[in-house]
C-alpha cells in the first residue's frame, strides 16, 4: 500500500463508487512527469488523469484542469457547461472527476483535497455536492466540463454493436495471460491481467468467440472491462447446491447448477417443512446470511448468485433454511369449574407462560393439561403441539375428615374415631360405614346430628369440603329382643390358640342369617368356623375367612331355641404385639328372614376384648411348664399369698378374672387332659 494513502481513498463506496488508489493506474501514473505531486496536496491533475485512464482507457499523460478545458476536442472528447456524469471538471487551479449526477446532487472524486484531515488518505476523496456549487469556483475560476463518453455505471460507450445474444461463461485460452482492457481495442488501457483457465461471465459482445476484433464485456476481481473474445472459449460449470434444512425436511436435499443456466430459479416445487414453524426462505448462513430464495421458493436476484433468473455464482453453494416459529391459539377447558380466560395465543417450542387459574366448588385446581387426564402444564411448559389445541383443567377434589361421634355410647379397643372422605366421593367408597356397638343399645345408623338430622350411609354423597363429624344414634335394647352374644376367654397367648363362641338369645325362629366378625388381622387369624347347634350341619357358608367376610346360615324351614350359633378359632399371630385387642361380631342389616320372609332384626355383640400376651395359662410358678409343681404352688399361695411369689394371669386358670379354688379344681382338670 503506497506509504501516502495509508487509508486509501476517503468516502470509499459512496454512492457505489468505489477507487482503489494504491493500485494502477493511480501507482502507474505516481511515476509519470509530473507524478511527483501524487498523493500529495497539490495532486489533483495526477488523480484527474488517472482516473480518466481507469475509465476510458486512454491517455498515459498528467494534464492540469485548463490543459484537460483547452485540449478536449483534440484529445477525441466533447466539452459543454451541462454537469454530466463521467466527466472532467475543469477550473483554473484544479481539476475533479464527476462520477453521478442525481438530480442536483453530484458526486465527485478528486485528488490534491488540501486539508490536513485527509493526509492519510493521499489527500484523495470522494464526496457530494450541489450542482451548483459544482461549478462554483473551486480552486480558481469554473471553465466547464470535459464528456468521457462513459456512462454513469462506469462502462465504455461502446462504438461497436454489443448483443447479450453472446452472454454466458467463457473460459480463457490465451495459453499464458489475458488483459482486462478499459475498452474495445488493444490501445485501450490495461486493467489487469487474467490468468489463463480463469472462468468469466460474458455479459455481452461484439461477436462470437475465437473470433479476431471481436470484443466481450465481462469483469475480474470487481474490475469491470473487455476481453477479447478470440482468447475465450465457451464453458458450462456445473456446480452442487445443497440444502441444509436445519431441523427441517424436504424432498431434494440437493441440486446441480450450471453457471449461466436458468434452471432451478424456481424451487417452489421443493419447498422445505418443519413442524411448528413457518420457511422464511434459503440463506447464505444458518444465522443471518444473503437470502437466495424468498419463502415461496423463488430466487433473489441479488447479482452475486442470481441475475435475471440466470445463476451467476462460480461454486458450490450451501443454503440454510431459516425459520419463524408458528403461533397457535390455545382454549381453556375448565373442565366442571370456571374460568374467566376463554383462550391465549402461544407460539410453537416457546413456554405457555402465564395461564389463568379457574374455580370450582369442592375441588383444588392441579393446573393444566393437554388431555383430561394427562400430566399437568405449568408457564415454563414447552409448547410442542403445532397446532390450535385446547387446555384441560385438572381438579381433585378436597379430602377432609369425618369424626365417628359414638353419642354417649363408651369408647372400646379397635374403634376407629375418624376416616378421611373426599367431595364427591360416598361415605362408603373407600372403607365400610362402621358399625359400633353398646351392650342394651341397637345401633340406628350415622346421622348429621346428635339428635334429629340426616341419615349418612355409605352411598350418601359426601356435599361438605370441611372436616365434620356424623354422630351415632342408638335405641335402648330389650332383653327380650333376638340378641348376638359373643364370649372368649380374657387372655390369650402369642402363637397360641384363641376361641370365641358365638351364641343367640331370644331366637324368634329363622331361616336365614348373615354376621360379620371383624378383628385386627396384625394380631388374629381366623383359621376355622365350627357350626354350632343352632343350624343344622351343612347350612352354613363361609367364604372368606378374613376381618369383615360374612358368615352366612340358610334352612328349609325355621330353626327355633337359643344356643351356639358358630365357634370361631383364632391363631395369635407370633409376631403379634402384647396388648388388648377386639373381637366384634355384627349381625348384617337386613340378612336374617323367617321361613315367611320376615326380617329378624338381632342386636349384635358387644365388643369382646382380649388381652393378648406370653403367659401360660397354668403355669403358676412361671417356669414355663404346666406340671404337679404348679399345683402346689397354686395351693401354697391360697393358703398363704404372703408366702411365695406366683404369676396371677397364669394361675387364673378357668379364665373368670379371679384367682381361688375354682382354679385348683380348673388346673387338676387341665393336668388329667394333659396325661
Not at 405449568?378 to 403445532?386: L, M, S
Not at 379354688?661 to 387332659?673: K, S, V
Request: hydrophobic fraction near 35%.
Amino acid at each position: 500500500m503506497y506509504a501516502a494513502a495509508a487509508n486509501g481513498i476517503y468516502g470509499n463506496g459512496t454512492n457505489g463508487i468505489s477507487i482503489d488508489i494504491n493500485a494502477a493506474p493511480y501507482t502507474t501514473f505516481a511515476g509519470y512527469a509530473y507524478g511527483g505531486n501524487a498523493y500529495g496536496a497539490a495532486g489533483c491533475a495526477w488523480f484527474a488523469s488517472a482516473r480518466v485512464n481507469q475509465l476510458t482507457g486512454k491517455g498515459s499523460t498528467i494534464r492540469a484542469g485548463t490543459n484537460w478545458w483547452r485540449n478536449a476536442s483534440s484529445l477525441g472528447y466533447t466539452k459543454g457547461q451541462d454537469a454530466k456524469a463521467k466527466a472532467i471538471a475543469c477550473y483554473e487551479n484544479h481539476v475533479a472527476i464527476v462520477e453521478r449526477i442525481d438530480g442536483d446532487t453530484a458526486t465527485i472524486s478528486e485528488g490534491g483535497y488540501n486539508a490536513a484531515a485527509y493526509r492519510d488518505y493521499g489527500y484523495c476523496r470522494i464526496a457530494t455536492m450541489s450542482v451548483s456549487k459544482l461549478k462554483s469556483a473551486r480552486g480558481g475560476a469554473f471553465l466547464g466540463f470535459v464528456y468521457l463518453g462513459v456512462s454513469q455505471e462506469g462502462t465504455v460507450t461502446d462504438t461497436d454493436t454489443c448483443s447479450t445474444d453472446y452472454a454466458g461463461y467463457y473460459s480463457v485460452t490465451a495459453g499464458d495471460t489475458l488483459m482486462l482492457r478499459a475498452g474495445h481495442g488493444g490501445s485501450s488501457a490495461d486493467l489487469a491481467e487474467i490468468p489463463d483457465g480463469t472462468l468469466l461471465y460474458i455479459t455481452k459482445a461484439s461477436g462470437p468467440s475465437g473470433v479476431s476484433g471481436n470484443w466481450g464485456h465481462t469483469s475480474y476481481n470487481g474490475i469491470q472491462g473487455c476481453v477479447a473474445m478470440r482468447f475465450v472459449s465457451p464453458a458450462k460449470v456445473t456446480h452442487t447446491m445443497t440444502l441444509d434444512t436445519c431441523g427441517g425436511y424436504v424432498n431434494t436435499a440437493s441440486v446441480t447448477l450450471t453457471c449461466g443456466s436458468t434452471d432451478y430459479y424456481d424451487m417452489a416445487w421443493n419447498l422445505p417443512g418443519c413442524n411448528g414453524y413457518s420457511f422464511e426462505g434459503w440463506y447464505t448462513a444458518a444465522d443471518g446470511g444473503t437470502q437466495v430464495y424468498n419463502s415461496d421458493g423463488y430466487v433473489v436476484n441479488d447479482g452475486t448468485y442470481w441475475l435475471d433468473n440466470t445463476y451467476l455464482y462460480d461454486g458450490d453453494l450451501t443454503l440454510y433454511a431459516h425459520w419463524k416459529a408458528n403461533q397457535y391459539t390455545i382454549k381453556f377447558d375448565a373442565n366442571g369449574g370456571t374460568v374467566d380466560q376463554a383462550s391465549k395465543t402461544v407460539t410453537y417450542n416457546q413456554p405457555y407462560g402465564s395461564m389463568p387459574t379457574p374455580t370450582r366448588y369442592g375441588y383444588y385446581f392441579e393446573g393444566w393439561s393437554e388431555s383430561r387426564n394427562g400430566p399437568v402444564c405449568t408457564n415454563e411448559t414447552t409448547v410442542t403441539q403445532y397446532c390450535d389445541h385446547t387446555l384441560y383443567a385438572r381438579w381433585q377434589p378436597v379430602t377432609m375428615w369425618v369424626n365417628f361421634d359414638l353419642n354417649g355410647a363408651p369408647s372400646y379397643d379397635g374403634f376407629q374415631e375418624r376416616d378421611a372422605v373426599s367431595y364427591g366421593s360416598t361415605y362408603g367408597q373407600y372403607s365400610e360405614m362402621k358399625v359400633p356397638a353398646w351392650e342394651g343399645h341397637t345401633f340406628e345408623g350415622w346421622y348429621t346430628e346428635p339428635e334429629g338430622g340426616t341419615k349418612v350411609e355409605g352411598t350418601t354423597v359426601v356435599t361438605a369440603t370441611t372436616d365434620h363429624t356424623i354422630y351415632a344414634h342408638w335405641s335402648k335394647a330389650r332383653d327380650d329382643l333376638p340378641q348376638i352374644v359373643a364370649s372368649a376367654p380374657q387372655t390369650a397367648r402369642i402363637g397360641g390358640e384363641l376361641i370365641v363362641i358365638v351364641n343367640v338369645k331370644n331366637n324368634p325362629g329363622m331361616s336365614l342369617m348373615q354376621i360379620q366378625p371383624t378383628f385386627d388381622e396384625k394380631i388374629l387369624q381366623l383359621t376355622g368356623v365350627t357350626n354350632g347347634d343352632v343350624f343344622p350341619e351343612g347350612t352354613i357358608y363361609t367364604p372368606n375367612l378374613v376381618s369383615g367376610g360374612i358368615l352366612d346360615w340358610e334352612y328349609n324351614a325355621n330353626v327355633t331355641g337359643d344356643g351356639t350359633l358358630v365357634t370361631l378359632t383364632f391363631k395369635v399371630l407370633d409376631d403379634a404385639v402384647e396388648g388388648d385387642t377386639v373381637i366384634q361380631v355384627n349381625a348384617v342389616p337386613e340378612s336374617s328372614f323367617s321361613d315367611e320372609m320376615d326380617e329378624v332384626d338381632w342386636q349384635s355383640s358387644a365388643p369382646v376384648t382380649v388381652q393378648v400376651n406370653n403367659i401360660i395359662v397354668g403355669d403358676v410358678n412361671n417356669d414355663g411348664k404346666v406340671n404337679g409343681a404348679d399345683r402346689i404352688a397354686l395351693r401354697k399361695y391360697l393358703t398363704s399369698k404372703d408366702s411365695i411369689a406366683i404369676s396371677l394371669a397364669a394361675a387364673d386358670v378357668n379364665q373368670d378374672g379371679k384367682v381361688n379354688g375354682a382354679d385348683r379344681i380348673a388346673l387338676r382338670h387341665m393336668l388329667t387332659d394333659i396325661k
